[in-house]
């Protein structure tokens, strides 16, 4: 890097005096950064060469390139070592306006460590061409968005940057976030080969693999923070040590785009066959080519990042998710259906009230008719389409008395009720006025707290005169093992751990509602926390 940092000081020097001047309201690369955003872009005008501060010192210039790699091509850069800076140089001016107008608003980071991008007064970097690795790094980036193949060692040069594979986590899970989501958002920078979907420590994590390094550079640099749907959802994106993924199945929870023919796998949805016959033809057939550089481009059938201004109402984004996998309608439009057909059920234990309590987790059901000659399936009827298919998106594929039960929309739609004078053996039941649907009241908290069935359970409306030792007893006595709990600082509220997801559901069922003593029925949903 010698010679980068012997031309950074006859090109750069000036232009590094001027953040040092009394009238700049900058010191030099150890400012503080608190210096308004606003301010960083007027101080200079627009030019194709943006200036780079506060970089971490172990990074590189594949790093730095990242930052510009989505908004066009990038021809030059320069890195000043000991100043913790860098100088980027864009192929047009265009190219830099977008990149500083979109740091404006989403801070850039390089290695979790944030950094500050303004436009430089040069209009054009002259470096040493003699630097080989810089060179080597601008033409992998170069050849790849060209559509070329570099070179052995180019290709070695721009492996070392990044893997392929990013590890993806949300955060703040409020409504599902499904495989076909992840495709949608994530081929829109490059071609998604792999996909495993996971649960630990109770979030939901993925595992993507793209065809080429550049593209899940792309990927992290513009999507990495953002939320899928406005205040929820946040996409928290790493790379992965992988360099490439293991599939086995091609079902709801893992993907090879590339080998359509893939089983899948006991006890899991199959792909529908005619969207494995467009997945062989070309894993983006589905959705369109879209310019993989282009960063706003997240309208998706309703679905929208938080780039945009849109925001979508409470339980309505389940819906969009759906859509946009092209898997269900919108409410309001024709196939939309607020009623769903239950199957595989353990007809030995199963009841509507069963049912009610635990698909009231994601809506507030209206009636259940467990069918009279099949009486391992069930209709439920939600308020609305949304929730049937948040209920639909969270519950299906979960054990529930032993049995993986399958949930899908139904084509009827409402639930009738038997006629006068028959009787239908209890198998149907009207909750249409019940006390205990969760989201009756516009604005509940309860649309904040709706999360995917899992191990940890959240208490709440405790006695203060219950104890540890009686909840424990209490869930215990539900059928399953508790192996941690916490009460919250107020006691009215705790936190239990069940063995297993199957146990914690169980005990929902069981205990939600249940009396404590003195008319205080005690609340119980899933948690995001773990304990």
């Given at each position: 890097?010698?010679?980068?940092?012997?031309?950074?000081?006859?090109?750069?020097?000036?232009?590094?005096?001027?953040?040092?001047?009394?009238?700049?309201?900058?010191?030099?690369?150890?400012?503080?950064?608190?210096?308004?955003?606003?301010?960083?872009?007027?101080?200079?005008?627009?030019?194709?060469?943006?200036?780079?501060?506060?970089?971490?010192?172990?990074?590189?210039?594949?790093?730095?390139?990242?930052?510009?790699?989505?908004?066009?091509?990038?021809?030059?850069?320069?890195?000043?070592?000991?100043?913790?800076?860098?100088?980027?140089?864009?192929?047009?001016?265009?190219?830099?306006?977008?990149?500083?107008?979109?740091?404006?608003?989403?801070?850039?980071?390089?290695?979790?460590?944030?950094?500050?991008?303004?436009?430089?007064?040069?209009?054009?970097?002259?470096?040493?061409?003699?630097?080989?690795?810089?060179?080597?790094?601008?033409?992998?980036?170069?050849?790849?968005?060209?559509?070329?193949?570099?070179?052995?060692?180019?290709?070695?040069?721009?492996?070392?940057?990044?893997?392929?594979?990013?590890?993806?986590?949300?955060?703040?899970?409020?409504?599902?976030?499904?495989?076909?989501?992840?495709?949608?958002?994530?081929?829109?920078?490059?071609?998604?080969?792999?996909?495993?979907?996971?649960?630990?420590?109770?979030?939901?994590?993925?595992?993507?693999?793209?065809?080429?390094p550049v593209n899940a550079q792309q990927a992290k640099l513009a999507l990495d923070?953002?939320?899928?749907?406005?205040?929820?959802?946040?996409?928290?994106?790493?790379?992965?040590?992988?360099?490439?993924?293991?599939?086995?199945?091609?079902?709801?929870?893992?993907?090879?785009?590339?080998?359509?023919?893939?089983?899948?796998?006991?006890?899991?949805?199959?792909?529908?066959?005619?969207?494995?016959?467009?997945?062989?033809?070309?894993?983006?057939?589905?959705?369109?080519?879209?310019?993989?550089?282009?960063?706003?481009?997240?309208?998706?059938?309703?679905?929208?990042?938080?780039?945009?201004?849109?925001?979508?109402?409470?339980?309505?984004?389940?819906?969009?998710?759906?859509?946009?996998?092209?898997?269900?309608?919108?409410?309001?439009?024709?196939?939309?259906?607020?009623?769903?057909?239950?199957?595989?059920?353990?007809?030995?234990?199963?009841?509507?009230?069963?049912?009610?309590?635990?698909?009231?987790?994601?809506?507030?059901?209206?009636?259940?008719?467990?069918?009279?000659?099949?009486?391992?399936?069930?209709?439920?009827?939600?308020?609305?389409?949304?929730?049937?298919?948040?209920?639909?998106?969270?519950?299906?594929?979960?054990?529930?008395?032993?049995?993986?039960?399958?949930?899908?929309?139904?084509?009827?739609?409402?639930?009738?009720?038997?006629?006068?004078?028959?009787?239908?053996?209890?198998?149907?039941?009207?909750?249409?006025?019940?006390?205990?649907?969760?989201?009756?009241?516009?604005?509940?908290?309860?649309?904040?707290?709706?999360?995917?069935?899992?191990?940890?359970?959240?208490?709440?409306?405790?006695?203060?005169?219950?104890?540890?030792?009686?909840?424990?007893?209490?869930?215990?006595?539900?059928?399953?093992?508790?192996?941690?709990?916490?009460?919250?600082?107020?006691?009215?509220?705790?936190?239990?751990?069940?063995?297993?997801?199957?146990?914690?559901?169980?005990?929902?069922?069981?205990?939600?509602?249940?009396?404590?003593?003195?008319?205080?029925?005690?609340?119980?949903?899933?948690?995001?926390?773990?304990?």
């Amino acid at each position: 890097m010698d010679g980068d940092v012997a031309v950074g000081v006859k090109r750069g020097s000036d232009e590094l005096s001027m953040y040092n001047s009394p009238n700049s309201g900058m010191s030099n690369g150890t400012s503080n950064g608190s210096d308004s955003k606003k301010l960083r872009v007027e101080e200079a005008p627009p030019s194709r060469v943006l200036h780079i501060r506060k970089l971490p010192n172990e990074a590189s210039e594949t790093e730095v390139i990242a930052l510009g790699l989505p908004f066009g091509k990038v021809t030059n850069i320069l890195t000043l070592k000991g100043k913790n800076q860098a100088f980027l140089e864009m192929g047009t001016e265009e190219a830099a306006i977008t990149m500083v107008n979109y740091y404006t608003t989403v801070t850039p980071h390089v290695r979790n460590v944030p950094v500050f991008i303004q436009y430089s007064n040069h209009k054009e970097l002259k470096t040493d061409a003699g630097n080989q690795r810089t060179q080597a790094v601008l033409q992998a980036v170069s050849a790849v968005q060209s559509g070329g193949s570099p070179s052995s060692d180019v290709q070695e040069a721009l492996a070392a940057a990044s893997s392929p594979v990013l590890r993806i986590i949300i955060d703040n899970m409020f409504y599902p976030v499904t495989l076909d989501v992840l495709q949608q958002i994530f081929s829109k920078f490059g071609t998604v080969m792999k996909i495993i979907t996971f649960t630990k420590n109770n979030q939901f994590q993925a595992l993507l693999q793209f065809s080429d390094p550049v593209n899940a550079q792309q990927a992290k640099l513009a999507l990495d923070g953002q939320n899928i749907y406005n205040s929820c959802c946040t996409l928290r994106i790493d790379f992965s040590k992988l360099v490439n993924l293991n599939v086995k199945y091609n079902n709801d929870k893992s993907r090879d785009y590339t080998r359509p023919e893939l089983p899948a796998g006991d006890g899991q949805p199959s792909l529908d066959p005619s969207v494995a016959a467009a997945f062989s033809k070309d894993s983006n057939s589905l959705l369109g080519k879209i310019p993989g550089r282009s960063l706003f481009y997240f309208f998706l059938l309703g679905l929208s990042l938080s780039l945009s201004s849109g925001a979508l109402n409470p339980l309505s984004a389940a819906a969009a998710a759906a859509a946009a996998a092209g898997r269900v309608a919108l409410a309001g439009q024709s196939g939309s259906s607020g009623v769903l057909l239950v199957s595989n059920l353990n007809e030995e234990m199963v009841t509507p009230q069963s049912l009610f309590t635990l698909f009231g987790v994601y809506g507030d059901v209206q009636r259940v008719k467990i069918l009279y000659n099949k009486k391992d399936s069930a209709l439920i009827q939600m308020s609305d389409a949304n929730q049937a298919q948040l209920a639909m998106s969270h519950l299906n594929g979960q054990k529930m008395y032993g049995k993986i039960i399958r949930v899908t929309l139904s084509k009827h739609q409402t639930v009738a009720l038997p006629r006068d004078g028959l009787d239908d053996q209890g198998l149907t039941k009207d909750f249409t006025n019940s006390p205990l649907h969760r989201f009756k009241k516009p604005g509940s908290k309860n649309f904040q707290n709706i999360f995917p069935p899992s191990a940890t359970l959240h208490l709440s409306n405790i006695p203060q005169d219950v104890t540890e030792d009686d909840l424990r007893l209490l869930f215990s006595n539900a059928g399953g093992t508790v192996k941690a709990f916490k009460f919250f600082q107020d006691h009215k509220m705790a936190l239990l751990q069940m063995s297993t997801v199957e146990e914690a559901i169980q005990a929902l069922i069981d205990l939600h509602n249940y009396n404590m003593g003195g008319n205080q029925h005690l609340r119980v949903s899933f948690s995001k926390s773990t304990i």
